[in-house]
């Protein structure tokens, strides 16, 4: 049987929530903007003390939320 460090290994060890800095580096959304985000209530969030962790479907959600739509129009032959 595998050990939990063996799964964390064999899964990448990423962490369900993360902070800012590292949302941020994932993401490619600023950390300034990020925790602008979660001030103006647009972002979910929790908040572990001081620190205010992200899950990536708090980004994913935000996106679905503010994502411009492409105007395709299709060429008939």
């Given at each position: ?14 962490p369900m929530l993360k902070t800012v800095e590292q949302m ?54």
């Amino acid at each position: 049987m595998a050990t939990k460090q063996q799964t964390a290994k064999a899964i990448g060890h990423l962490p369900m929530l993360k902070t800012v800095e590292q949302m941020s580096r994932i993401s490619g959304i600023g950390e300034n903007k990020l925790r602008e985000l979660m001030d103006k209530g647009e972002i979910e969030y929790v908040q572990n003390g001081n620190r205010r962790l992200l899950a990536d479907s708090a980004i994913w959600d935000w996106y679905e939320r503010n994502k411009v739509a492409v105007n395709v129009q299709w060429e008939r032959r």
